[in-house]
Nanobody, 125 residues
Framework: QLRLVESGGGLVQPGGSLKLSCAAPRFTLDSYTIGWFRQAPGKEREGVSCISSSGTTNYVDSVKGRFTISRDNAKNTVYLQMTSLKPEDTAVYYC???????????????????WGQGTQVTVSS
């Protein structure tokens, strides 16, 4: 079981930025495909972005051009840089391992069943 720890959330005004971190205290992340997900109050959890071990990425349409996923293998961390934040981005954000396609790309449709505590992102004036 790959245990991941999310951090970096907070309260930000619309149009602001935040950078989330996803760390693995006891595993080396570089060979894993990792995804970010979010769950807003009263809504189902949705996939936001994912990154493969080779660095290819996918994004849900609502965040394309605003969010950037990256990984720093030296720091054993995956990041989600969020810019131009909107109130509808308010949610608890989670990271988890995701599946890979036959071509090696990451699949937001195939998350691991293991979830951490998440980190709260609130976009409000």
């Amino acid at each position: 079981q790959l245990r991941l720890v999310e951090s970096g959330g907070g309260l930000v005004q619309p149009g602001g930025s935040l950078k989330l971190s996803c760390a693995a205290p006891r595993f080396t992340l570089d060979s894993y495909t990792i995804g970010w997900f979010r769950q807003a109050p009263g809504k189902e959890r949705e996939g936001v972005s994912c990154i493969s071990s080779s660095g290819t990425t996918n994004y849900v349409d609502s965040v394309k051009g605003r969010f950037t996923i990256s990984r720093d293998n030296a720091k054993n961390t995956v990041y989600l840089q969020m810019t131009s934040l909107k109130p509808e981005d308010t949610a608890v954000y989670y990271c988890t391992r995701v599946g890979r396609s036959a071509l090696g790309t990451c699949m937001l449709s195939d998350p691991s069943p293991y979830w951490g505590q998440g980190t709260q992102v609130t976009v409000s004036s």
